[in-house]
């Protein structure tokens, strides 16, 4: 699996394009904003998008949906707690002395142990409120896409629309935890980590 992390955006939002090797189908975890820096990045590795997928619906992962939309024509997916936000971006960014577009609808909602296949990969989904009502994490055998539920020692913010902390805590613990522990975390902000230090070392979860 090709495996591109981009840091987009004033916030610095984590996105991640996964490529399958023998077929060049892919797609792109939270486009969270730089829809042209995307778009180059998909153009060197010779990759077709059919997935653009939203692990939540917070502005910094979502800002370049429209632009990747228009010009890959691919699936745009969300859960349907956080379809509603798509429309509500420039609203939301503007709190934060921010301008973002609105998204597109989405074409694909995403629930609890759906599957997403591209080429030879397919992804599952796991339902991980508590960050946002419809946070989702995408995991393939070894590989955890997390958005912003669980970072390197610290867990996503709980003081936003839609957060809650002790949901955030059991969905963490009673999903995420029962991975292996060798399963790499790639995180909505910061650097990767693996299930197993963040059962060995993360604060707010030990």
């Not at 939002?13 to 996964?18: E, H, Q, S, V």
């Not at 989405?106 to 946070?135: C, K, Q, W």
Request: aromatic share 6%; hydrophobic share 35%; net charge negative.
């Amino acid at each position: 699996m090709i495996i591109e992390k981009l840091e987009v955006g004033p916030i610095m939002a984590n996105c991640y394009i996964l490529g399958c090797e023998n077929t060049k189908e892919s797609v792109v975890i939270d486009p969270g904003d730089d829809g042209d820096q995307i778009l180059m990045a998909l153009a060197k590795l010779e990759l077709k998008v059919k997935y653009l997928i939203n692990t939540h619906g917070h502005f910094d992962h979502v800002g370049a949906n429209k632009k990747l939309k228009e010009v890959t024509h691919a699936t745009l997916a969300i859960h349907p707690d956080d379809e509603p936000m798509l429309m509500e971006l420039s609203k939301s960014a503007s709190m934060f002395g921010l301008s973002v577009e609105n998204s597109p609808p989405a074409d694909l909602l995403l629930n609890h142990g759906d599957r997403v296949s591209f080429g030879d990969i397919t992804l599952e989904v796991i339902h991980t409120p508590g960050h946002s009502m419809g946070g989702i994490c995408l995991y393939t055998k070894g590989h955890l896409f997390a958005g912003d539920t669980l970072f390197r020692s610290s867990i996503g913010r709980t003081d936003l629309p839609g957060g809650d902390f002790d949901t955030l805590i059991s969905s963490i613990k009673t999903k995420l935890f029962k991975l292996p522990d060798d399963t790499i975390v790639y995180t909505g902000h910061g650097p990767e980590t693996t299930i197993g230090d963040e059962k060995r070392m993360n604060p707010f979860l030990r």
